[in-house]
T-cell receptor, first 114, second 106 residues
Framework: KAGVTQTPRYLIKTRGQQVTLSCSPI?????VSWYQQTPGQGLQFLFE???????NKGNFPGRFSGRQFSNSRSEMNVSTLELGDSALYLC?????????????FGPGTRLTVL | EDQVTQSPEALRLQEGESSSLNCSYT??????LFWYRQDPGKGPEFLFT???AGEEKEKERLKATLTKKESFLHITAPKPEDSATYLC???????FGGGTRLMVKP
């Protein structure tokens, strides 16, 4: 079974721009979660989608948004980019999205904001 | 609020020198504790899920155990290829610890 895929793998943007990242979950998985990883803050939860509905949200500003499509694929959008948004953005998928559901991570998208 | 603390932050071992990594957690009703391994520049790779105190799981040189307040990842006779950052996390909307950077010298 193919793993979680994320596109693009690398991205360079300038302050003030917006960016959209894409995630395709493992086949059959219906839950997709997004995380931000930085050297200073570690891995932080952004939000989780299940059956096209946002089910859980971390403590990030409204500039960070996401959506999930009927085929479980998900996109994440960051508007008005700031230098501090430079990070590795990780997507993880799970079968059912419950609290005990194991999540499997993709390779990440490395975003650099100049 | 869920909290996860990992120690030590970094650990250097000689090849074959067994040791343990610690993950302390504070949650209101544990529903799952997860261990991941992460290599530089890559996404975390799933290792284990533990659900209740007393549970143990093993995979090759790794063994994870769980108590009501902490989890341990025991590494037996490590090899250089075990060098990575090991992360533990709790619950959906996973709350992660800061990780333990493990370096195994040949």
């Amino acid at each position: 079974k193919a793993g979680v895929t994320q596109t693009p793998r690398y991205l360079i943007k300038t302050r003030g721009q917006q960016v959209t990242l894409s995630c395709s979950p493992i086949s059959g998985h219906r839950s997709v979660s997004w995380y931000q990883q930085t050297p200073g803050q570690g891995l932080q939860f952004l939000f989780e989608y299940f059956s096209e509905t946002q089910r859980n949200k971390g403590n990030f500003p409204g500039r960070f948004s996401g959506r999930q499509f009927s085929n479980s694929r998900s996109e994440m959008n960051v508007s008005t980019l700031e230098l501090g948004d430079s990070a590795l953005y990780l997507c993880a998928s799970g079968e059912a999205g419950g609290s005990a559901d194991t999540q499997y991570f993709g390779p990440g998208t490395r975003l650099t904001v100049l | 609020e869920d909290q996860v603390t990992q120690s030590p932050e970094a650990l250097r071992l000689q090849e074959g020198e067994s040791s343990s990594l610690n993950c302390s957690y504070t949650v209101s009703g544990l529903r799952g504790l997860f261990w991941y391994r992460q290599d530089p520049g890559k996404g975390p790779e799933f290792l284990f899920t533990l659900y209740s105190a007393g549970e143990e799981k093993e995979k090759e040189r790794l063994k994870a155990t769980l108590t009501k307040k902490e989890s341990f990842l025991h590494i037996t006779a490590p090899k250089p290829e075990d060098s990575a950052t090991y992360l533990c996390a709790v619950h959906r909307g996973l709350t992660f610890g800061g990780g333990t950077r493990l370096m195994v010298k040949p």
